[in-house]
């Protein structure tokens, strides 16, 4: 079965950093580019951050931009963001998305989703 799972979700205090991973299964996933969004209710999933195949070309939206990294192992199959500075309005369910081709934006060029893993933004 192909998916994508996400982990590391938690509660941070504002200002903390924590560390989300998505891992593939049945597949692999260096064959994509893949991106991690994030969602409140009521609310659209808004693109975070997004890393080509190869590890060398990413993009960040500019409300995290040089507080988050989005990083890759293809040896482990996973790609990672790691959050630090967070902020209360921070607090949404991120998601793992992947697509074949180049790092977009868009959160619907991205085909194909984890179930999403929850962080909680609370001192």
């Known amino acids: 079965q192909v998916r994508l799972v996400e982990s590391g979700g938690g509660s941070v205090q504002p200002g903390g950093s924590l560390r989300l991973s998505c891992a593939a299964s049945g597949f692999t996933l260096d064959y994509h580019t893949n991106g991690w969004f994030r969602q409140v209710p009521g609310r659209e999933r808004e693109f975070v951050a997004a890393?080509?195949?190869?590890?060398?070309?990413?993009a960040y939206s500019d409300s995290v931009k040089g507080r988050f990294t989005i990083s890759r192992d293809n040896a482990k199959n996973t790609v990672h963001l790691q959050l630090s500075s967070v902020k209360p309005e921070e607090a949404a369910v991120y998601y793992c998305?992947?697509?074949?081709?180049?790092?977009?934006?868009?959160?619907?060029?991205?085909?194909?989703w984890g179930q999403g893993t929850q962080v909680t933004v609370s001192s």
């Open positions: 890393i080509a195949r190869s590890g060398g070309g990413t």
């Open positions: 998305g992947g697509r074949y081709g180049t790092v977009v934006t868009r959160t619907g060029a991205y085909g194909f």
